[in-house]
């Protein structure tokens, strides 16, 4: 992989087993839209930014610095072969089937606490509800960016509000679940920064001393904001995929990467139905 930065553009070449579209839009993240000509807009790291592909070219553009290069292979996971991944789950026929169906999806390495709230938000909800409560939220209490874009408001600034102050994002009962977890953040009950390395289980009771996060919110949270591709996330559709394909357990060939077989089957699955 070669990488060219000036600033206002970014390009990594030489990627394989990357679907800029499958992975900005499988339901790991919430603010990403595609434009024409297959343009993905959003805002990330407090920055807008417009993405495509060109065959193996990744192409981000918006404000840069130096250090942003390094943010955004993080974010693709450009770091880890997916190619050999793939090809060690495709050994299962069903993974087979969704990696075949589906290829390229790569696990997006976002902000941890914007994970955490966003996937608070997701309880009880679909795609485009969580996607509007998200937009909601940022544009009421995020920074602007200016052109319509808002930054992912800190802990720290949501902390300092009630749930009556968030009564304009219309996000009901996980209101309160919001202000709990930005209090826990922002005073240090709750340390985000070891979950990418501490103990698994240990991560995910730090998680879970946040009211309203349970087993789901706690894996997405770890998977899709820490990096932790062994966390695997059970929602009603992976519950069906268990007990409908793997009710004795997961295969061994997803051992240590149970997170990114969770995607692929996770995303199959929604759209066979």
């Not at 974010?75 to 090809?87: A, K, T």
């Not at 495709?90 to 999806?105: M, R």
């Not at 953040?185 to 946040?210: P, T």
Request: negative net charge; glycine residues 6%.
């Amino acid at each position: 992989m070669t990488v060219k930065n000036d600033k206002n553009i970014i390009i990594f070449e030489g990627i394989n087993t990357l679907s800029v579209s499958l992975s900005l839009d499988c339901g790991q993240a919430f603010r990403w839209s595609e434009k024409e000509y297959g343009i993905w807009h959003g805002v990330a790291f407090g920055k807008a930014v417009d993405i495509s592909q060109e065959e193996d070219k990744l192409i981000l553009k918006g404000n840069f610095s130096e250090d942003d290069e390094r943010i955004w292979a993080d974010y693709f996971d450009l770091g880890r072969d997916y190619f050999s991944i793939c090809e060690k789950l495709k050994s299962d026929p069903h993974l087979k089937v969704a990696i075949e169906a589906y290829p390229g999806i790569r696990i997006l390495r976002q902000e941890s606490w914007e994970a955490l709230c966003s996937f608070i938000i997701s309880q009880n909800n679909n795609i485009p509800r969580i996607k509007g409560i998200v937009e909601r939220l940022c544009t009421h209490f995020g920074e602007d960016l200016r052109n319509g874009d808002f930054t992912f408001p800190s802990a720290e600034k949501l902390a300092l509000l009630t749930v009556e102050d968030l009564a304009p994002i219309r996000s009901g009962f996980r209101a309160k679940y919001i202000i709990d977890a930005a209090q826990k953040v922002a005073n240090g009950e709750v340390n985000l920064q070891k979950l990418s390395s501490c103990d698994i289980d240990e991560a995910r009771e730090e998680l879970i001393k946040i009211k309203g996060v349970g087993a789901k919110v706690a894996e997405c949270t770890l998977l899709y904001g820490c990096g932790r591709v062994d966390a695997f996330p059970v929602d009603v559709w992976v519950r069906r995929i268990m007990s409908e394909m793997y009710p004795d357990g997961l295969p061994d060939c997803t051992k240590t990467v149970e997170g990114i077989a969770q995607q692929y089957l996770f995303h199959w699955r929604r759209n066979v139905e």
